[in-house]
């Protein structure tokens, strides 16, 4: 049974850091890519990057890149997310999404979701 389990969220200061932690089950991390994503209150879900199973990372927000960065543990079937110089424009629920094989913008690439984590960044 394939699940996805986001940890780490929390309430941050502008400025902060966050490491969001996805550990994955029921299949082989090394083969498929994992995508992270955001919503925030009245908007839509929105891309903010994918690693791909080789590990490299494709950017789809522009707003994040500098700041953010994602990693894996293959043997921990674990996927983080670390994101440093938080804004309050990244308060949001974040998910990570096993992908079909590789990395996709769109949502309708990923099979598999996680249940989110919330993440505000406030003073």
């Known amino acids: 049974q394939v699940q996805l389990v986001e940890s780490g969220g929390g309430l941050v200061q502008p400025g902060g850091s966050l490491r969001l932690s996805c550990a994955t089950s029921?299949?082989?991390?090394?083969?498929?890519?994992i995508g992270w994503f955001r919503q925030a209150p009245g908007k839509e879900r929105e891309g903010v990057l994918c690693?791909?199973?080789?590990?490299?990372?494709?950017y789809y927000a522009d707003s994040v890149k500098g700041r953010f960065t994602s990693s894996k543990d293959n043997a921990k079937n674990t996927v983080y997310l670390q994101m440093n110089g938080l804004k309050p424009e990244d308060t949001a629920v974040y998910y990570c999404?096993?992908?079909?094989?590789?990395?996709?913008?769109?949502?309708?690439?990923?099979?598999?979701w996680g249940q989110g984590t919330q993440v505000t960044v406030s003073s």
């Open positions: 029921g299949f082989t991390l090394d083969y498929y890519a």
């Open positions: 999404a096993k992908s079909f094989s590789t990395c996709s913008r769109s949502l309708y690439g990923y099979d598999y």
């Open positions: 690693i791909g199973g080789s590990g490299s990372s494709t």
